[in-house]
C-alpha cells in the first residue's frame, strides 16, 4: 500500500512499517482529490481525512504520533500542520501538535494563526491549549485584520463545518477572559440583534 492509502485505510501498524524502511515518507507530499489536483504533506493529510470522517479523531492523533516519531516537519510551511488541525476541526491532532512543540505563532496565507482557525470553528478544547502554549489573543490577520474573537464572531454565524465543535460562545467568553479586547461595535450589534448569548461571551460569562 502506498502512503495515501495506509493514512486513509488508517492503518497505524502500516504506517509504521512503511516509515521505519523510509523515514524521508513522512514528508513526502501526497496527491488526493477527484483528479489528483491536491498536493499535501501527511500531516495535513491525516487532518482532512479527519475533517470528512474517513479517520476518527483518535485515529487520525495515532498517524499524527507515527508520523512526527519518524521526523514529520511540525511547523513546515508556516505552521500548516497546526493551522491545518485547527481548521479542519482535528482537535485530537492539534493538541498532539502542540505537546509535541509546534509553534503557535506562525502565520497561514491570509496572516491567521491556528488560534483564528480554532476560534472559527467553536473548537473551545484547542483555544484553550492554544491559549496555554502562548498563542497571542490578540493578533490580526493580514487580509481583514481580525483577531480570533473577530473570527469566532463570524464563524458563529456561519453554517457549521462537518466536524465543527459549535462552542463559539465559550471560545469567545475564555478569550475575554484571557485578556482579549472587545471593540465596542460587536456587543452593539449583538444588542441590536437581540442577541444576549453574544452579549454574554463578549463579557466573558458562560
Not at 485584520?145 to 473570527?151: G, K, L, N, V
Amino acid at each position: 500500500m502506498n502512503l495515501r492509502l495506509i493514512i486513509e485505510a488508517g492503518d497505524v501498524a502500516a504506517l509504521g512499517r512503511l516509515l521505519a524502511d523510509h523515514p524521508a515518507a513522512a514528508n513526502d507530499p501526497i496527491r488526493w482529490g477527484k483528479n489528483d489536483e491536491i498536493l499535501t504533506r501527511p500531516l495535513h493529510f491525516v487532518c482532512d481525512k479527519a475533517f470528512d470522517r474517513t479517520l476518527s479523531g483518535q485515529r487520525a492523533a495515532l498517524l499524527a504520533r507515527v508520523l512526527i516519531d519518524a521526523g514529520a516537519d511540525i511547523d513546515h510551511q508556516n505552521g500548516d500542520p497546526l493551522n491545518a488541525a485547527a481548521s479542519l476541526g482535528a482537535t485530537e491532532v492539534g493538541l498532539l501538535l502542540l505537546e509535541a512543540g509546534a509553534r503557535t505563532d506562525l502565520r497561514g496565507i491570509f496572516g491567521e494563526t491556528a488560534l483564528h482557525w480554532a476560534a472559527s470553528i467553536g473548537d473551545a478544547v484547542l483555544v484553550q491549549r492554544l491559549v496555554d502554549k502562548g498563542a497571542l489573543v490578540d493578533v490580526k490577520d493580514d487580509k481583514w485584520e481580525a483577531t480570533p474573537i473577530a473570527w469566532a464572531l463570524h464563524g458563529w454565524n456561519e453554517p457549521p463545518p462537518a466536524r465543527n465543535q459549535g462552542r463559539h460562545h465559550d471560545v469567545v467568553a475564555y478569550l475575554v477572559r484571557a485578556g482579549a479586547g472587545v471593540e465596542p461595535k460587536w456587543l452593539s450589534e449583538a444588542l441590536s440583534k437581540g442577541r444576549a448569548d453574544v452579549v454574554a461571551a463578549l463579557r466573558g460569562e458562560i
